[in-house]
């Protein structure tokens, strides 16, 4: 790419993170106006509960992310799928508050979660965690970053710390498990994701049924501190095309990514 070209592409990025962290530390400042109190609550599909912050957010968001790009196509969890964005060359990829039952119940593992999506891959990701005064963003090939400083997932040691299903957890090999040691649950999958990519946790399995929104800003920033994400057949997962659920995950790094890459793939066979 001539010199020229390059400079600008990392102009056009910069300029695409910064409209959406701007955007993304705003919707948490209107997530938090509901934080701890009582928003109205319902329930989608009988299971799954979204509330009046989460439609705040996912308002503002809409509004002022189509705004500034009226080109990029549209998903969130919060907004009824259209067609139309499958036409787009680049997608906003949006949920509100990934972690609503988190939020909730006055946890603070929740963040709003903001991605730009092209052909398939997360070109620029944040996330916001505004009860817990984190904001996580990455670029590709610019490194991951909470709150100002470069993150990288934790080193191999004998002992590793995993998330995830305990269905998944318990067809770890043998020869494994006394290595393994079980964390709490985290409802954001997105922050989970986070927890990996900043050293937190080691890794985490990811039950089927997740969507594009819940991981596609996570899975670049956990991929630029060094980790990866990947389904029952090893692949990084693809984004904001016609399908936008996900079978089983599992996240981590080194050999531990590798065993547990194995342990889906084993679910497969």
Not at 5 to 19: C, F, G, I, N, R
Not at 117 to 128: D, F, M, R, W
Not at 256 to 264: G, Q
């Amino acid at each position: 790419m001539p010199e020229a070209d390059t400079a600008a592409a990392v102009a056009s990025a910069a300029q695409d993170l910064d409209l959406l962290l701007t955007s993304a530390r705003e919707a948490g400042r209107i997530a938090m106006r509901y934080f701890g109190g009582k928003p109205e609550v319902w329930m989608k599909g009988g299971t799954s509960p979204v509330s009046e912050a989460d439609y705040a957010a996912d308002n503002y968001l809409r509004e002022t992310l189509t705004a500034a790009r009226p080109d990029h196509g549209w998903l969130s969890e919060e907004t009824a799928d259209s067609p139309d964005r499958l036409r787009a060359r680049r997608t906003f990829v949006v949920d509100p508050i990934d972690g609503t039952r988190a939020f909730l119940d006055g946890r603070k593992t929740w963040c709003v979660s903001v991605a730009i999506v092209e052909a398939g891959e997360s070109i620029a990701g944040v996330l916001e965690c505004p009860a817990l005064g984190e904001t996580y963003w990455a670029l590709p090939g610019q490194g991951a970053f909470r709150n100002g400083e470069r993150i990288h997932v934790r080193a191999p040691s004998a002992e590793s710390e995993v998330a995830g299903p305990k269905a998944l957890l318990d067809r770890i090999p043998d020869a494994w498990q006394p290595r393994i040691r079980r964390a709490a649950y985290v409802p954001s999958l997105a922050y989970r994701l986070a927890m990996i990519a900043g050293g937190v946790l080691d890794g985490t399995f990811v039950k089927p049924d997740a969507h594009d929104w819940d991981i596609a800003a996570a899975a670049l920033i956990l991929r630029e501190a060094g980790g990866t994400l990947v389904d029952d057949r090893g692949r990084t997962p693809r984004f904001a095309g016609a399908e936008v659920r996900h079978g089983a995950l599992a996240a981590g790094s080194g050999d531990l990514i590798d065993m547990m890459s194995a342990v889906l793939a084993s679910g497969r066979a």
